[in-house]
């Protein structure tokens, strides 16, 4: 299996479509889907910083 990471506009016809179509082959077998979690947690991350609950890695090491 190849692995290939997608970016679609959710607002878009096509990308709707697509993303249907993608929905069908995970239940035929087809696709296995992968959550990042990655992106959540760096973006959980700087929001903990932003809101003072944790120091930046800069600041540990003074």
Sequence with gaps: M???????NT???KAKQL???IKD??????VQ???ST???EVKRGI??????????ISELFK
């Design 2 to 8: 190849e692995t290939i990471t997608i970016k679609v």
């Design 11 to 13: 607002k878009s016809g």
């Design 19 to 21: 993303l249907s179509l």
């Design 25 to 30: 082959m995970v239940n035929d077998g087809d």
């Design 33 to 35: 889907i992968e959550k």
């Design 38 to 40: 990655t992106y959540d």
């Design 47 to 56: 929001r903990e910083i932003k809101q003072g609950k944790v120091k930046p």
